[in-house]
């Protein structure tokens, strides 16, 4: 039986190297596709608009979904100076009409979940036009003024009711 011939420090030094270049190239390859991915989606679809007095969690990215499905995403927010209402500006995907009487709102997936836009469709065979506004909107809700609300309101529910006016006791016999 022959033996194997012995590396060398050179030859494991070399071999290192090649795949520490093999890692390093395929990461930069990576990056490099999740940089132009992003950029692809943006082009496709169309803008819509609502105007919302509250939007509390919302930010550029937020899912905005139709039927629990996610049809498109919040591409700006802005701020109205004279009325104080947010403008949310969306990108819609091509294939999905929204009908001119939908309503949208501001929901969240669970008691923890993230925030998202979630639109009710209408019954109108008109739909919005690129760059059209969704009239019928509710803002996001404050969950904390809900639980303050609930707990006062059950504090107060467990108190009698306070009496109108005494009542006389009939007289004897």
Known sequence: MSA???????????SETLVGLGVVLAAALILALAILGKGTGASTGYD????????????????VRLSGIKVGSVTDLTLDPRTFLVTVHMRMEPRVEVPVD???LVTSAG?????????????????????????????????????????????TTNTPPPLSSPQALPDGP
Do not use: C, H, W
Request: proline fraction near 5%.
């Open 4 to 14: 194997a011939p012995a590396k060398t420090a050179s030859q494991g030094n070399l």
């Open 102 to 104: 939908s309503s949208i």
């Open 111 to 155: 008691l923890l979940g993230s925030p998202y836009l979630s639109i009710t469709p209408g019954g109108d065979d008109k739909v919005l036009a690129p760059g059209g506004s969704i009239e019928n909107a509710q803002g996001s809700i404050d969950i904390m003024s809900l639980v303050g609300r609930f707990a006062t309101g059950a504090a």
């Open 48 to 63: 819509l608009n609502v105007k919302l007095a509250k939007a509390d969690g919302l930010g550029v990215g937020t899912e």
